[in-house]
């Protein structure tokens, strides 16, 4: 059902101001992480990583993975709650909007699972 | 009825004829966030090549050095720039810093974003 | 000794049950005449049936907001030497983001429900003002001032959120709240303000501002009225977890 102009107190799910705050603290972080990425990506490491043995001798100091995976995990929410509230706009009825929230989770979840065993991995294969 | 509020209207989020510099910000705000997003989930499957071995990833990056993918990485940092530096704008004016000056702010921003996306579009396209 | 031009006003005509079309009306004109002017002239001689809104043609009561070329405006101080040239074409439509009833009236009644909801104040005292040309002199700490806000809906129409959201409750109705909030300081505003389909709806197009006839900035004010609840919730969080 529609919540009318003049029912602002009728609850309807959509991106208040939790959800919000969040979306723009996680942008601020990216800024400060990505220029740590980009700074750590292509001016530090050797030759910027365009071999496979670069990769894993650069995964091997550990701060590295800890901000890889921190830059992940911020930008995958930043990025999906941004989608979300464009789709927001499209004024998407409760039950669709209920079911998107959960391919959310699952996107935001199952990406960050994936980019943490992938690293894991690199550090791995690195070691051994 | 056509003039009511529609999502069917969506496309005319991104149509600037008749609206002011402001759209313009928000209108590159969407498309480049969209644009990111679509990246990020990209870059993420590129990067399961190094859990394929080195053979893989280094036939990736062999791959990559087409002019065609550098291209596709300029846009990438430029759509990443003009995304932060707007960002910033966004995040600031949202918790009502600044937001009288906004336009300015814009202006500021986007003519620092045109400058640095020039200076990376140059060192990659004629660096490599 | 007037200057005469001939101008094409091309006005958007509906009516229910029929296809929107545009009609053209050729009109000898004065370019320092107004564009409601015009409208005004094209009912008059032309077509009895054409409707459209309009009061006080000063730019007060906010009745004749119009798309002219695409471009919300005022049409009672839009001049048409500044949307045309002579032997040129104005085109007229009724403000998008709400329901045509006929032709060029379009109906506000969402939106004066919502405006009302938000406590809108048509007076607020000078020593409250928030924006510098709300300044007043010495001596005059004690009166009051028409609030700027003409409840016209022009920003409404140019907000690209309100266009496929008719949930959200708009810019002039979250303006008249942070306004309402200056006066009175009353939290319930705020909580009533802090809600999916309002103050956190809006996505810092800032059209709004850009269009407004009547200096409201209605970017801003959300901006404002957003740190004002912000602070709120964040002192109710304190205090309730003590």
């Known amino acids: 059902m529609d919540a009318s102009i003049g029912n602002v107190s009728r609850p309807r799910s959509g991106e208040g101001f939790w959800l919000w705050i969040v979306k723009i603290l996680a942008g601020g972080l990216i800024l400060f992480l990505l220029g740590l990425h980009f700074v750590a990506n292509h001016l530090v490491a050797p030759e910027g990583l365009m071999s496979y043995k670069d990769v894993l001798a650069y995964y091997q100091n550990p701060i590295i993975p800890i901000i890889e995976i921190l830059f992940l995990v911020t930008v995958l929410a930043h990025a999906l709650l941004g989608f979300r509230g464009i789709i927001l706009d499209l004024n998407p009825p409760a039950q669709l909007l209920k079911l998107l929230d959960w391919i959310f989770i699952f996107a935001g979840v199952a990406s960050s699972a994936y980019g943490i065993w992938l690293v894991m991995v690199v550090v791995a294969r690195g070691t051994g | 009825m056509e003039n009511q509020a529609s999502a069917k209207h969506w496309l005319k989020w991104f149509d600037p004829r008749n609206r002011s510099v402001s759209t313009w910000a928000f209108i590159l705000n969407r498309v480049t966030g969209l644009g990111l997003t679509l990246y990020l989930f990209l870059h993420l499957m590129m990067l399961g090549q190094l859990a394929k071995g080195p053979e893989a990833y280094n036939g990736f990056i062999a791959l990559v050095k087409n002019p065609i993918f550098t291209f596709g990485e300029v846009l990438v940092v430029t759509a990443g720039i003009i995304h932060g530096l707007n960002g910033i704008r966004v995040g600031l004016a949202g918790v009502g810093i600044g937001a009288r000056y906004q336009r300015s702010m814009f202006y500021i921003l986007f003519l620092l974003a045109v400058i640095l996306s020039i200076y990376f579009a140059a060192k990659m396209l004629l660096g490599a | ?242």
Request: overall charge negative; proline content about 5%; hydrophobic content about 40%.
């Open chain 3, 1 to 242: 000794m007037s200057v005469k031009w001939n101008v094409t006003f091309r006005i958007s005509r509906q009516k229910s049950g029929v296809e929107r079309e545009f009609q053209d009306f050729v009109l000898e004109v004065d370019p320092n005449e107004y564009v409601l002017d015009g409208v005004e002239r094209v009912w008059a001689f032309h077509d009895r049936s054409l409707n459209y809104r309009h009061a006080c043609h000063h730019s007060t009561c906010g009745a004749c907001g119009m798309r002219v070329n695409g471009v919300e405006k005022l049409t009672c101080i839009t001049p048409i030497h500044s949307v045309t040239r002579n032997g040129g074409t104005i085109t007229v439509e009724p403000l998008r983001n709400f329901p045509v009833i006929s032709d060029l009236v379009v109906d506000m009644s969402r939106f004066y429900l919502a405006i009302d909801e938000a406590k809108f104040f048509p007076v607020a005292p000078v020593n409250k003002a928030d924006l510098p040309y709300e300044a007043h002199a010495e001596g005059q700490d004690d009166c009051e001032r028409l609030v700027d806000c003409i409840e016209c809906g022009i920003c409404i129409s140019a907000c690209p959120i309100a266009l496929t959201t008719p949930a959200y409750i708009g810019p002039a109705p979250l303006a008249a709240a942070q306004h309402a909030y200056n006066e009175l300081e009353d939290a319930s505003i705020l909580e009533l303000m802090d809600d999916v389909n309002a103050a956190w709806r809006c996505h810092h197009a800032f059209e709004c501002s850009a269009v407004c006839p009547s200096n409201v900035e209605p970017g801003w004010r959300i901006m404002d009225l957003r740190k004002r609840i912000m602070r709120h919730k964040i002192q109710n969080l304190l205090t309730s977890g003590k």
